[in-house]
């Protein structure tokens, strides 16, 4: 998920046949890109580029590769919960789950500020729809306000959020997408002022200022969310030569469009004047009138808003729908099983929607929308993480602990090969963790210390709830038609700490067990 931002869809098991490796890349490319972001990283001007690249060489490559070869060999349902389960046992793979859905949870009032940014931005007065923006209570109730059609709309089942999520998605990120770069680079190159310098220096940071490394953490969960197309390496013809290749495409096209995309905001937008939450619609605005469009910067603003709602949508559905298959298993109670006639998890999506209500309230008690914009993005960061920390740590364990078990695709290498990638991606991620917890210099967010305590508090508080909610489990939680298969140290009556030479595949193992 991932948050990368997170405004990405959920992916679906492909129909039979064989994948192309342009197919699979467009994929990937798809289920990452998002805007709302880009405006953190402009005021980097051309070093930004480092930044990206860097973010992409110590997260997005390796969060692909361990995903395919953890999805290939522990193919179960469960996803991320499946794979550090086999790893560390259920009580881990439980925390790992949790911090997905409540990651998800925190991003969704951030997302949606965006759309409420981007709804003010309809108006023709720009001065009024600059206030507008910045008004608090407007903000909170457009969060709200969207956040609970989404999850009325999530309520009616597959198709009726798939066909939001589908054309959302082109209208409003796609196609805006496309434009913004066009857009930026034409006014830059017809002869305009850049509001950044363009000399080679540029492009290496400053590392004096440790503010600047601060912000730039989260640009690692810019690409959170290659993880959800690893399924389909199996679909994929050669997927030990395809597969990278196709990740290498995905990757390469990823950060072009945030490069590109960043820039294009970096050009219009002096850095003094951008704002994490107006910067990129101003820019849309400064571009258009540039252009003698002006008229068009109203239709922008709308389908940006249209765009989040599409993400939105599609996010309250997929991890909610993840949960529910772990609740089934035994790990949460009966209560939280509920679903509706569509299939939909109804109770688990209603205590998602109180929690997203509780977090919008921020909007109100911190000092100013940017400040409660940082401090529930840093959140999302924080516990995406720990979540990606889990998966590289267990891709590692599992080489060692079920060295034999058939993997259709491995990390090249052997055991030394999985220690780069996932080593490098643990340590990216390890970093971007400690960092995000302190305040960056650019935004105001009130006092510094008021901004740690309560980012360490709400990270001490969601980490910990998954571990008494495990520990205080019941026998009659578990739904007796539950689907979700055994782990396979389960299936062979070993524990997860116990080294297996066994060479079987899982879903053989799982058969075995069953029967």
Do not use: C
Request: net charge neutral; hydrophobic share 55%; charged share 10%.
């Amino acid at each position: 998920m991932a948050p990368a931002d997170h405004s990405k869809t959920t992916a679906t098991r492909a129909p039979v046949g064989k994948i192309s490796i342009f197919a699979l890349a467009i994929m990937n490319i798809v289920a990452v890109v998002s805007l709302r972001g880009l405006p953190a990283e402009a005021e980097y001007g051309l070093s930004s580029i480092f930044y990206y690249l860097f973010a992409a060489l110590f997260f997005l490559v390796p969060v692909s590769l361990v995903a395919a070869e953890l999805a290939t060999g522990w193919p179960e349902k469960g996803g991320v919960f499946r794979w550090v389960g086999e790893a560390f046992g259920a009580k881990w793979a439980f925390l790992a789950m949790f911090m997905l859905f409540v990651e998800v949870s925190v991003w969704f009032p951030t997302a949606l500020t965006f759309a409420a940014v981007s709804l003010a931005y309809t108006d023709r007065d720009l001065s009024f729809a600059e206030q507008l923006s910045s008004n608090k209570v407007f903000v909170l109730v457009i969060v709200l306000a969207v956040y609970w059609l989404a999850t009325f709309i999530s309520f009616r089942g597959v198709n009726a959020f798939a066909r939001v999520a589908k054309w959302g998605g082109i209208f409003g990120t796609i196609i805006p997408a496309a434009i913004l770069i066009v857009l930026g680079f034409s006014y830059v190159l017809a002869g305009n002022k850049s509001q950044i310098d363009l000399e080679w220096g540029e492009l290496i940071p400053n590392f004096n200022n440790f503010s600047n490394v601060v912000l730039a953490a989260s640009i690692f969960l810019f690409y959170a969310g290659m993880e959800m197309n690893a399924i389909h390496v199996k679909d994929v013809e050669n997927p030990t030569r395809n597969y990278p290749i196709a990740v290498g495409i995905a990757a390469l096209g990823t950060v072009i469009i945030f490069v590109l995309g960043t820039l294009a905001i970096a050009f219009v937008v002096p850095r003094s004047d951008i704002n994490l939450t107006q910067s990129l619609l101003t820019a849309y605005v400064d571009m258009f009138r540039w252009a003698g469009i002006s008229w068009a910067a109203p239709i922008m603003a709308a389908a940006l808003a249209v765009g989040v709602l599409a993400g939105v949508v599609t996010w309250v559905a997929g991890p909610s729908s993840g949960l529910l298959q772990v609740a089934k298993a035994g790990y949460l109670p009966r209560f939280f099983q509920t679903t509706n006639r569509h299939g939909m998890a109804t109770h688990i999506m209603l205590i998602q929607a109180l929690a997203v209500t509780m977090l919008s309230i921020l909007f109100v008690v911190l000092p100013s929308v940017q400040a409660a914009y940082q401090i529930l993005s840093q959140l999302t960061v924080i516990l995406y993480l720990v979540m990606y920390l889990l998966m590289f740590a267990a891709a590692i364990y599992l080489r060692f602990s079920q060295p034999n078990r058939p993997r259709p695709y491995r990390i090249p290498g052997g055991v030394a090969g999985m220690w780069i990638v996932a080593g490098a991606g643990f340590t990216g991620a390890l970093l971007a963790f400690i960092f995000s917890f302190i305040p960056p210099d650019q935004i105001a967010v009130g006092s510094p210390v008021v901004y740690v305590v309560i980012l360490l508090a709400l990270t001490v508080f969601f980490v910990s709830l998954p571990f008494f909610i495990y520990h205080a489990r019941k026998p009659h939680w578990v739904d007796p038609g539950n689907d979700f298969a055994p782990f396979t140290w389960q299936a062979e009556g070993t524990h997860p700490g116990v080294v297996s030479p066994s060479a079987t595949d899982t879903s053989t193992a799982v058969k075995g067990e069953s029967a």
